[in-house]
């Protein structure tokens, strides 16, 4: 099992910026690959950002958020994070980490089928 802790929402300006870190502990050898999506209330859950865990760290991003979301990881302390800027008030929403163990890659990587862990969601508003 593996077990992740985000944090690092709140309450920010639109333009400004909001880090999100997310914490694996457990049996993280086995991941693949770790992502983040959103969900906004009243709207399906979606992808906005994922990263391979191993190798090169490959990143992927939705197309609302390239430019100005970037995610990392650092796998010595088996933590991902999501820098977001020039955030905006559609950004709004509850941020899942999510993590998978099957390999992943291009548009599958952005399916929340091929995530086999999450997080339990910080939430980020965004203010006009």
């Known amino acids: 099992q593996v077990q992740l802790v985000e944090s690092g929402g709140g309450l920010v300006q639109a333009g400004g910026s909001l880090r999100l870190s997310c914490a694996a502990s457990?049996?993280?050898?086995?991941?693949?690959?770790m992502g983040w999506f959103r969900q906004a209330p009243g709207k399906e859950r979606e992808f906005v950002a994922a990263?391979?865990?191993?190798?090169?760290?490959?990143?992927y991003y939705a197309d609302s958020v390239k430019g100005r979301f970037t995610t990392s990881r650092d796998n010595a302390k088996n933590t991902v994070y999501l820098q977001m800027s020039s955030l905006k008030p559609e950004d709004t929403a509850v941020y899942y980490c999510?993590?998978?163990?099957?390999?992943?890659?291009?548009?599958?990587?952005?399916?929340?089928?091929?995530?086999?862990?999450w997080g339990q969601g910080t939430q980020v508003t965004v203010s006009s």
């Open positions: 999510a993590a998978g163990y099957v390999v992943a890659q291009g548009i599958t990587i952005m399916t929340s089928t091929k995530y086999n862990y």
């Open positions: 457990g049996r993280t050898f086995v991941l693949s690959h």
């Open positions: 990263i391979t865990w191993r190798g090169t760290g490959t990143t």
